[in-house]
Structure formats: C-alpha cells, structure tokens
C-alpha cells in the first residue's frame, strides 16, 4: 500500500471524523472529552513519520493498522451516521464496528486450525503413495509482532502433524527482512525427513516497505539468507528432485507469478526458467505464491500435476492495483480440480495488516495418494 493511502485513511478517518464529531454530537460536551476522541488520531499521526523515515516501519504499520480499525474507522461511522440518525443509533453502529475489528485482531487472526486433505493421482509414482505433505504459507511475521506465542504453537502445531516434508509458499515477511529475527529460535525447530522447501512471495520482494533501489535487493538477500540459515530449501525458479526408494519427482519453485500486473515486478518467465531440465511424464509439484498463476500459465502451458499457493489470506477479493478485474481471486481457499490437474491455497497464517479478514489462520497437512 502506497505511503499517501495511509495519509487518506488519516485525514479522512482521522481528521475528518474528529472535525465533524466535535460539530456535531459533541458541541456541547467540554473540551476535555473532544480531545481523548483525539487521542487515536495522535497515535496514527505519530505513526505516519515513523513510517515515511523508515523507522521502525513495520510496528508502526500495525499500530497504525489497530488505530484506524478499532478506533478511527468507527468514529467516521459514527460521525457520518450521526448527520441523518439519533446518536444513539450512530453510537451502536461504531461500537459494533469496533468491536468486529476487535475480534478478527485478537481472536480470529490467533484462533489457529488444521485441515487435512487427502489427493489422489494416477501418474504418482509407488514410493510416494502415501507421502504426507504440510503445506503453510504466508506467516507475514511483521503482522504478528515480536513476541507472539502464535508462531510458537504454529511450529509445535507443524511438528505435531509429523509431515514427511514441508513446503512454504512464501511471505515470510510484510515490509523488511528484520520482522523474522525475533523468531529464529521458534522457526528453527521446524524439521522433517525431506527437508523443508520455501518460495518468495510478493511481500518476500519488499516492494511494500522502506527500502529502495539497491538497499531493498540487500535485504531481499539477508532474507533469503535467513532462511537457507534456517536449514529451508529455497527454489528461486528452478527445480529440485525429491526421492523415495527408487522413485522420484520433480519439486519446481517459482518467485512470485500473478495475473495482476501489480506485481509484475515479481513475474516474468519465472516458470519457463524454472523447468528447463525437467523431463516429460514425471510427476510435478509446483510452488507458486500466486493462486492467479494456476489459470494464467500453469494449466494452458504444463503438464503439472499438483500446485501449491497461497496469497489470498482466504479472500476472494485483493483490492490491488487500479483495474478491478483483476482484484477478484477466483480460487481463494481449498482443493480446486480442472481433470487431473490439482491446485491447492492455503488461506495462510498471518497478514499484511495487523489482523487477517479472511477467517482463521490455517495448517494444512496433504496426503497424496496413487490411484
């Protein structure tokens, strides 16, 4: 999101709804009582040149995210229903409003669950009948602070699953690679018998952060780092072959492809790069960070078998970029099927945001089966 979107939502969230409540359903109240309303506008007004320097970039992101959703937002509702409404009504409205952001920041963007899915193929060979695939993605760490318990019962929650192997489908981070260091310890006991394999998401690029030019390709590298640190796997377009027994596949990975020419920063002929050498009639499994990807080159230009994304935090609409078509995410959580062919997205665990609109955070552990 663009650094003037943050000024808007200050100005109209903030400002606007300040102005017009001590006009209105305030002018007889003392003057004492108009400025605690304030106080949300003073902290997101204090957020905003901590972001615009580069400082501390991302907690002031997820200040200013819970300041203008718990309680800027909800002030405008009551401001602009406060015009045409008895205030009461005007009141109850912005409470409740409130009180849904409230939820989705405490409760539901920390209620973790796990769904097990079990996908059938033909063309997989004997030795991974069976094979127990933990598919996570989009951890967004910056969202969940620096000290959250959540990333912990994540890693116990993985490890408890007992997966032969684990892929991530990228956004490890929001805004800066520095989000992930408070939580080394807890991702280094991810393990599994064949390895743990990541991709670079959107938000891995760091396009939505502070750096520039030069110092945002150094801390794309730190991260990427970071994680071979890890001991993760990390396919930055090409393929890696996974054996068991006599048997093998191909594991391809891809830097962030989309349909949204919002991030085509990010896109290219990453696919075409990573399958050169890959030969024809062995089983596939593509990451690929982007559910939009499936349709736009995965279907009508491969032969994949099975892909793996995430992206969209289990919405069906991204309001991304200025075109409208291309905010709607037609595969948007789930097993999605077109002949043999299988995509599965995870909804994912965290978000760029403070909070997640799209449900609760989600582990999936995938069985793939041979017919």
């Known amino acids: 999101m663009k650094f003037s979107t943050y000024v808007l939502f200050f100005l109209l969230f903030g400002v606007v709804a300040d102005v017009t409540l001590a006009l209105t359903l305030l002018r007889d109240a003392p003057l004492w009582c108009k400025l605690v309303i304030a106080i949300p506008t003073l902290v997101a007004l204090v957020c905003l040149p901590l972001m615009a320097l580069g400082k501390v970039y991302t907690d002031a992101i997820r200040i200013f995210s819970w300041s203008i959703f718990i309680f800027e937002f909800p002030k405008f509702l009551i401001a602009l229903n406060g015009l045409f409404l008895p205030p009461y009504v005007?009141?109850?409205?912005?409470?409740?409003?409130?009180?849904?952001?409230?939820?989705?920041?405490?409760?539901?963007?920390?209620?973790?669950?796990v769904k097990?899915?079990?996908?059938?193929?033909?063309?997989?060979p004997d030795g991974f009948d069976g094979l127990r695939i933990c598919h996570i993605s989009d951890l967004h760490l910056g969202?969940?602070?620096?000290?959250?318990?959540?990333?912990?019962?994540?890693?116990?929650?993985?490890?408890?699953l007992r997966p032969e192997i684990i892929l991530f489908t990228g956004d490890l981070v929001s805004y800066e690679s520095r989000e992930a260091d408070a939580y080394r310890p807890a991702l280094e006991r991810l393990e599994a018998p064949m390895g743990i394999w990541s991709i670079f998401g959107n938000h891995d690029f760091l396009l939505h952060g502070p750096h520039r030019d030069e110092a945002r390709t150094k801390d794309m590298e730190k991260l990427e780092a970071f994680e071979k640190d890890l001991g993760w796997n990390v396919l930055r377009n090409r393929t890696a072959f996974l054996e068991r027994?006599?048997?093998?596949?191909?594991?391809?990975?891809?830097?962030?492809?989309?349909?949204?020419?919002?991030?085509?920063?990010?896109g290219g002929k990453n696919l075409e790069t990573a399958m050169e050498?890959?030969?024809?009639?062995?089983?596939?499994?593509?990451?690929?960070?982007?559910?939009?990807?499936?349709?736009?080159?995965?279907?009508?230009?491969?032969?994949?078998?099975?892909?793996?994304?995430?992206?969209?935090?289990?919405?069906?609409?991204?309001?991304t970029g200025l075109n409208a078509k291309h905010w709607r995410l037609h595969e948007s959580g789930g097993i999605y099927r077109e002949g043999a062919r299988v995509l599965h997205v995870s909804p994912g665990l965290g978000s760029g945001f403070a909070f997640r609109l799209g449900g609760y955070p989600e582990i999936d552990l995938i069985t793939i089966t041979k017919t």
């Open 143 to 160: 969202s969940i602070g620096h000290k959250s318990k959540l990333v912990w019962h994540i890693v116990d929650t993985v490890q408890s």
């Open 245 to 266: 027994g006599s048997d093998r596949i191909a594991l391809i990975g891809v830097d962030n492809v989309s349909r949204n020419p919002y991030f085509q920063k990010t």
């Open 116 to 124: 097990e899915h079990k996908l059938e193929f033909e063309e997989l």
């Open 90 to 113: 005007a009141v109850g409205i912005g409470a409740a409003v409130s009180a849904f952001f409230i939820t989705y920041i405490f409760y539901v963007s920390r209620r973790l669950i």
């Open 277 to 319: 050498g890959v030969p024809e009639g062995i089983f596939k499994l593509l990451l690929s960070h982007d559910s939009t990807h499936w349709r736009m080159e995965v279907l009508p230009g491969t032969d994949i078998n099975l892909t793996l994304s995430g992206h969209t935090h289990g919405l069906k609409y991204k309001l």
